[in-house]
């Protein structure tokens, strides 16, 4: 009777040891519990940040803020806000911006505003809006 051949284990390459390290296994540490926390909350924080990029960039290409851009001008406005567990914007508040015009614009893009939940349930940010 004829043996089959045993296959040879390749070991595992550097990437996939840090995707195993990274994603794949649960730390019953607190250490690890709260960095991973971290990771996803700094995954979050892009991905709103890309999404009211998005937002901003159909705002500033409409026409109704077209008619508006030769008297505001350029300018930049920095919004704080907190996500609720819903996804919803909360306590929009402006810390600073070049005019009021620029203010209430940055408060126009953030309202109505829907994301996905955070993790954890809640979550404030800061973000930048500069307008051309």
Partial sequence: MMRKARRMRRP????WILALLVV?????????ASARN???????ATRV?????????????SRFFRMESPRMGPGY???????????HVTNVRVVDATSDAHARK?????????????PEGGFAAAQSFNFR
Avoid at 49 to 61: K, N, V
Avoid at 78 to 85: E, G, H, M, T
Avoid at 106 to 118: K, T, V
């Fill in 106 to 118: 940055a408060e126009a893009i953030l309202s109505g505003l829907r994301l996905p939940p955070p």
């Fill in 49 to 61: 940040s890309e999404m009211l990029r998005d937002r901003a960039y159909l705002e500033i290409s």
């Fill in 12 to 15: 595992l390459s550097w990437p």
């Fill in 24 to 32: 794949g296994i649960e730390v019953a540490s607190i250490g690890a």
């Fill in 38 to 44: 971290n990771m996803l909350r700094a995954a979050y």
């Fill in 77 to 87: 406005a920095r919004v704080w806000f907190k996500i609720d567990s819903s996804g």
